[in-house]
């Protein structure tokens, strides 16, 4: 196979291409360039690339160029299947003093300590199939209480609800998170009304 076999090959079967995936199989970046120029690939991203009948997955793009945003909020109750609202924008959490300044207006951001940015984190498949990071569910119910007062009631009841009716549900890494997130006294008030 040639190098742009390779990528075109690469791409199809991922959906997208790399300049990382390409090194990985020796070939230089100008031929992704190269490809570009030529109308054979569509840049979408620093770095990321897809066919021109590649489907622009808007999760796995923004998370690769900010790989330290995690999925949260909203996005991750609707990955989770404990809201029906589709979101209508991007929701991530970083750690405080991460440089979000770049992100694009749609971007809804939430700031938390370093020590507490890593608990919960899962990988998901996006809705175009590719790997994203996302908090788990018990993480996104415990981001729900810590922010009650600015999240919608509806949507909160809903998620947990959706949380306690479903068979995979984990009290007690909820209660463990709860503790770690200084919110184990109105967690604790919650389960006793839902479990």
Not at 74 to 87: C, E, K, Q, R
Request: charged share 25%; net charge positive.
């Amino acid at each position: 196979m040639t190098n742009i076999e390779i990528i075109r090959h690469i791409a199809k079967e991922k959906g997208y291409i790399t300049s990382k995936m390409a090194k990985e199989k020796n070939i230089s970046s100008w031929f992704l360039t190269d490809m570009v120029n030529k109308s054979m690939l569509k840049r979408v991203g620093r770095g990321v690339y897809v066919t021109n009948e590649g489907v622009y997955d808007e999760y796995f793009i923004f998370q690769y160029r900010n790989n330290k945003a995690i999925y949260s909020f909203s996005n991750a109750l609707y990955f989770h299947g404990l809201t029906d609202h589709i979101p209508s924008h991007l929701e991530v959490t970083v750690y405080q003093g991460y440089n979000a300044h770049r992100f694009d207006e749609n971007v809804i951001v939430h700031y938390v300590n370093k020590d507490i940015h890593q608990l919960g984190i899962i990988q998901l498949i996006s809705p175009n199939g590719n790997p994203i990071r996302v908090y788990d569910k018990e993480r996104s119910l415990c981001d729900l209480v810590s922010s009650k007062k600015v999240v919608e009631s509806e949507v909160f009841k809903k998620a947990f609800q959706s949380y306690f009716i479903g068979i995979d549900k984990n009290v007690k890494k909820l209660m463990s998170y709860s503790i770690k997130l200084g919110i184990e006294t109105e967690m604790f008030t919650l389960i006793e009304v839902l479990a």
